[in-house]
């Protein structure tokens, strides 16, 4: 059993750790360390008979990645022996106050990192799920655990926690998997369900951000890519493939009714951006509804209906 190439440091401890594992490896479970520590810093800490805790490898604030548990053991790293001796545990830099937020550098070596355990191991697919029971009873293809599973802690913090479904799909996207959803005939509409699904310029994390989340909603997708949809108002595309972020809704049509409902802070403008329409469309389909709407006045609570082209 290999280890990865992607080590800067090793440091290996000597009496922190189960040899030889005892399951096949085929979950990752990620941990914050609680302190912006480098590689180096993670491996000499976790190699200290003291410890009583280990880790396979340590992701440093500087990208570095470090080695202290040999793949082919067992790290002392969840509280949790069986978990452990199918994952690979990886503890990860972070800030020492909750959220507990790591830097790019570190969450980008990260995603290498988990990238070259699953090709390795031969985990052809990373999925996260939102779900406790899900997660630790691998139900659904689940195969990635965090700290809190097992142990009264906050671990890996809600910065990573919150990510986990990311980290998935950008780790998927480097393996060149997909979840083999089965799509419906363009175009066809989605429904977000989180605030801050990143939208990329092109159909892949090779693709940059475009500094831009769609917020929660319906949106309609005009073109799919490798599990990436093309969103209609042209502001770019978004990962299809993550259930926890994204639901598949079905085709649209003339008959199709798409609505929103008026939150605190919307604007007509806004709306009409986010759904590929114009103002003037919003307010002609609603007026009869809404009397008072015009293009600067909606009310909070107000349902439009979203005029599809």
């Known amino acids: 059993m290999s280890n990865s190439s992607l080590v800067t440091y090793t440091n290996i401890t000597k009496t922190q750790k189960t040899s030889p594992r005892t399951h096949t490896i085929d979950t990752i479970t990620i ?9 180096k810093q993670i491996c000499d ?9 280990s880790c396979n490898y340590g992701v440093g604030k500087d990208g570095s990645i470090g080695l202290c548990v040999d793949e082919a053991d067992r790290s002392w790293c969840s509280g949790n022996a069986a978990n452990d001796h ?38 052809s697919k990373l999925v996260w799920s939102t779900d406790k029971n899900t997660r630790v009873n691998h139900l659904n293809g689940a195969n990635m655990t965090v700290h809190r599973d097992y142990a009264n802690k906050s671990c890996p913090g809600d910065y990573l926690y919150n990510k986990m479904g990311d980290i998935a799909s950008q780790v998927n996207s480097l393996l060149g998997t997909s979840n083999g959803t089965s799509y419906p005939t363009v175009p066809f509409t989605v429904q977000v369900l989180i605030s801050d699904l990143n939208i990329r310029k092109g159909a892949g994390t ?4 475009t500094g831009k989340y769609t917020g929660k909603g319906v949106f309609t997708i005009t073109e799919v890519s490798n599990g990436w949809g093309k969103l209609k108002s042209g502001a770019g595309w978004i990962y299809l493939e993550n259930a926890s ?4 809704l079905g085709t649209t049509s003339t ?7 008026v939150v605190k802070g919307d604007t007509l403008s806004a709306i009409a951006s986010k759904y590929g329409t114009t103002v003037a469309k919003i307010v002609e389909a609603n007026k009869s509804k809404y009397s008072k709407l ?16």
């Open 45 to 53: 800490y976790f190699a200290n008979a003291d410890r009583n805790a």
């Open 31 to 39: 941990h914050c360390v609680v302190g912006q520590w480098t590689a």
């Open 245 to 248: 972020y994204v639901k598949i």
């Open 294 to 309: 015009t293009a600067d006045y909606i009310v909070v609570g107000w349902v439009l209906t979203i005029p599809q082209s």
């Open 86 to 123: 199918r994952a690979i545990t990886i503890e990860t830099a972070s800030d020492t106050s909750s959220p507990y937020a790591v830097t790019t550098e570190a969450y980008n070596a990260l995603i290498k990192l988990v990238s070259d355990v699953c090709k390795r191991n031969n985990i």
């Open 206 to 209: 090779n693709y940059a951000t």
């Open 255 to 261: 008959s199709t009714a798409v609505t929103h409902t």
